[in-house]
């Protein structure tokens, strides 16, 4: 039986050794440095995979962007790197209807939440686009970057924004969008219904009336299904 043991001791030592998988202790390290939020902002599941990431070269510490840039300094320090060229990325909402210019169809009496009104004919207001005002963005924001003001529409704090997309998650409307904090530019409404119509659901509604592409420089806007759509690609390049 003693011999039996030492057999599969000797064996399973074997097996140890063959099976064993290095892992850079700088993983460990930079994993530390981390905020801890899992949040996924940086594209990666949470902080440990961002940490791999970082130390494999695949990722730049700035990529994190719930870490304070002293934070990221630190890590680009400590692994010998630079911190990377990577743009602060905030949430911006796709509507500015609020209460005082958007028209109500329906006085919605349930559960306090955008999803659970959706459910209910697409929720109470005229724009079957427009932001239902309850606040599940807000909630679910763990950086308190999203409040509701007084006419019931979600507030971004770009300082406190950190790009983790629960936002976008959460919302039953898929009005918001991820973008560089530079890129002051986009469109406030998703409206698809086109010139009296979008006009008597929102007073600020998009009725696809071309102004803003005749007033635009050439190609930077234009008009698709009933809404102004901007290209980016040549917005990096013009002077707005």
Known sequence: MIALGSVLAVILAIANKKLFVYEDPRIEEVDDMLPQAQCGAC?????????????????????CTVNSPEGNAEIAAYLGVGMGDHEKV??????????????????YEGLKSCQAASVVSGGGKGCSWGCLGLGDC???????????????????IEDKCTA?????????????????????????????????????????????????????????????NNLAVIDYEKYQDIDV
């Open 164 to 224: 983790c997309n629960d936002c976008i998650v959460v919302c039953p409307k898929d009005l918001f969008t991820l973008m560089p904090v530079s890129q002051k530019l986009y469109v406030a409404c998703k409206s698809l219904d086109e010139g009296d119509a979008a006009q008597q659901e929102c007073e600020v509604a998009c009725t696809a009336c071309e102004k803003c592409v005749v007033d635009a420089p050439t190609g930077l806007i234009e008009i698709k």
């Open 43 to 63: 594209g990666t599941p949470g902080c440990r995979p961002f940490a791999e990431a970082v130390v494999d070269g695949t990722k730049n510490p700035s990529a």
């Open 138 to 156: 807000a909630d679910v924001c763990d950086f308190d970057a999203i409040y509701m003001d007084e006419h019931g529409l979600p507030i971004v």
């Open 90 to 107: 905030v949430a911006r909402l796709a509507c500015a209807g609020g209460s005082h210019v958007a028209y109500t169809r329906a006085k």
